[in-house]
């Protein structure tokens, strides 16, 4: 196993809030335009990285490119700003965490918050709220405004680094999907494959499947596939029906979400097909939350025969996330021969 690495790091560490996506918008179309037969964008920033097969039935490969985030939405007498969340946060993990502010030029801001010195002991005792918080620049207001305006993105200020076998940063979710993808097209480069691919770079996930649900409407595909990171609640104090998965148990095969129910046909060839070629594998009941499958799988005339492929990740949402190389690996190795070998599986109803 041999993971790019400075490309994964690249992709986790460029910023891309929900519906502000450019900046890695454009490292991805650097990395697929020599690896497939044609490259489309859409109106709201998809790319379509599109790969002619031996039939013109359609495979879509969704991998969102969006990451949580925060907008500006006041900026106040002393340059103190305030902001919205683009995405679901863990209030919690937000104390003293640098970020980036995207404005003219990027400016970097700590999440601040009352002092815990001067707390009442109520105070103390209740959960935060993102509402909370606010961005100290430590600039003045017309140092601020000089830069940064209502409306600009806001991202998350960590670097990329190895842990043990583990990768850690920023936005492993959903950048290892984006990452999975861009590897899994490499891959696919030379070799052919039953059906058209269209593998789908996906924007504003985080805030409600948009991306993937104009995608699905554009390509009406066949077959589909979801890339998106899972919970790995393998941790201190978790039960063992709590967990989802865990690190280093092989990627994650979704049997279903809050959004999503998988098509059991999906499952079982999915199954087979990481057994037969030795793929480390795990079930995905996931209760709560969703992923571009939703989309990809109802967002098309008829419906397309959909799953998942996840990757187990501890502390989702958070500041930081921590994935398994060794997932990330299978993770690759099953969405190849899966794409590779839909044409061999009787997908009749029974």
């Known amino acids: 196993m041999s993971l790019n690495l400075e490309l994964l790091s690249a992709i986790c560490e460029a910023p891309g809030a929900p519906g502000y996506e450019q900046k890695i918008r454009t490292l991805i179309l650097e990395e697929i335009r020599p690896l497939v037969d044609e490259v489309e964008l ?12 031996k039939s013109d039935k359609k495979v879509m490969i969704g991998a969102h490119m969006d990451e949580i985030g925060f907008i500006v939405t006041h900026i106040d007498d002393k340059g103190f700003i305030r902001f919205h969340t683009l995405g679901g946060f863990d209030p919690k993990t937000l104390t003293a965490q640098r970020v980036l502010i995207h404005g003219k030029e990027d400016v970097m801001g700590v999440m601040a918050a009352k002092p815990i010195h001067v707390m009442t002991p109520e105070e103390r005792n209740k959960n935060p709220k993102t509402t909370d918080f606010f961005i100290d620049t430590g600039r003045s207001k017309e140092e601020v405004e000089q830069l940064i305006q209502i409306g ?11 842990m043990g076998d583990c990768v850690n940063s920023k936005s492993l979710d959903n950048r290892l999907a ?28 985080e805030v409600g499947i948009r991306g993937a ?23 201190p104090g978790a039960a063992a029906h709590e967990k989802i998965t865990s690190l280093g148990e092989g ?17 079982e060839y999915m199954k087979r097909t990481a057994d ?14 969703g992923t571009d499958t939703a989309g990809i799988q109802r967002m098309t005339a008829g419906g397309s025969i959909a799953g998942a492929i996840s990757i187990p990740t501890r502390h989702l949402h958070q500041v930081i996330e921590m994935a398994h190389k060794e997932d990330i690996q299978r993770s690759i190795d099953l969405l190849i021969a899966c794409v590779s070998e839909l044409d061999g599986f009787d997908w009749s109803f029974s």
Do not use: C
Request: proline letters at 4%; a negative charge.
């Open 213 to 235: 649900n104009v995608a699905a409407l554009k390509i009406n595909p066949d077959f589909g596939f979801g890339l998106d990171t899972t919970i790995a609640y393998d941790l």
């Open 152 to 162: 600009d993105p806001i991202t998350r200020e960590r670097s990329f680094i190895e």
């Open 178 to 205: 984006v990452f999975i993808l861009i590897e899994t097209l490499k891959k696919l480069k030379d070799k052919e494959v039953p059906f058209d691919i269209y593998g789908v770079f996906t924007v504003q996930e």
């Open 251 to 267: 990627t994650a095969i979704k049997i279903m979400d809050a959004s999503t129910i998988a098509d059991y046909r999906m499952v």
């Open 42 to 53: 859409d109106n709201m920033g998809n790319i379509y990285a599109i790969k002619r097969g």
């Open 276 to 289: 037969r070629h030795n793929i480390k594998w795990q079930p995905e009941i996931l209760t709560a939350g």
